[in-house]
Structure formats: structure tokens, C-alpha cells
Nanobody, 129 residues
């Protein structure tokens, strides 16, 4: 079992930055690929980014590429999402998730929320125009 707790959300103006954190407890954090997803009201949950167990590979949705950076600190059992140049369309609840399965390189597979075993409760990010 892995417990995930997100923090760092808030209200920010367009063009601003936020850094989200996701603290994990329970089983070995470094055994999990970690992902960030987001869900806006009335919309489906959307893949944002993921980072592999060692942190050697990162992947992003096209909508955030070049603006968001995912990273992890396995010593602190924490994954981060640095969000720069925020836009109003980034407004959503942001959730972190843990995937205990083997590495997959295909976007179709690693972007699917059903692949992830554990989820946090989410943190609200609101970007005003």
C-alpha cells in the first residue's frame, strides 16, 4: 500500500508559477513510476507527466511540454511538478499517482489512468486571466 499526499496548489495569475509536491509513504517509493494527472470540472482526467523509478526518463503531455517539469527525490519519497508560464486552461485538480508495473515506453499505455495503482486526493490549481 502507498499513501500519496499532494500539496502546493493555489491561485496564481496567468504567466505565474507553482510547484506541486506529492509525498509518499508506505512501500518503497523508488519501486514506483510516478505520474501527475489533472481533472477540470466536467472533463475527463488528463495525463500531465510521468517520471520513471530512477528518474532517468520523463514524459509530458503536449499541452504542458516546455512549461512543466516533473522530478523526484527518492531519498525524500517525494515527486514534484514545477509549473511555469501557467495558463487559465491549466486550472484543474492535480493528482499524483503511483504505477508499480514494469516500464512501458508507449504513450498510449503510460498515459492511461487505469495503469496507476495508487492515487492522492489532489490539490487545486486555479489560474486567473
Amino acid at each position: 500500500q502507498v499513501q500519496l499526499v499532494e500539496s502546493g496548489g493555489g491561485l496564481v495569475q496567468a504567466g505565474g508559477s507553482l510547484r506541486l509536491s506529492c509525498a509518499a509513504s508506505g512501500r518503497t517509493f523508488s519501486s514506483y513510476t510516478m505520474g501527475w494527472f489533472r481533472q477540470a470540472p466536467g472533463k475527463e482526467r488528463e495525463f500531465v507527466a510521468r517520471i520513471t523509478k530512477s528518474g532517468s526518463i520523463t514524459n509530458y503531455a503536449d499541452s504542458v511540454k516546455g512549461r512543466f517539469t516533473i522530478s523526484r527525490d527518492n531519498a525524500k519519497n517525494t515527486v514534484y511538478l514545477q509549473m511555469n508560464t501557467l495558463k487559465p486552461e491549466d486550472t484543474a485538480v492535480y493528482l499524483c499517482a503511483a504505477d508499480g508495473g514494469p516500464y512501458v515506453g508507449n504513450y498510449y499505455y503510460y498515459s492511461r489512468s487505469s495503469r496507476y495503482d495508487y492515487w492522492g486526493q489532489g490539490t487545486q490549481v486555479t489560474v486567473s486571466s
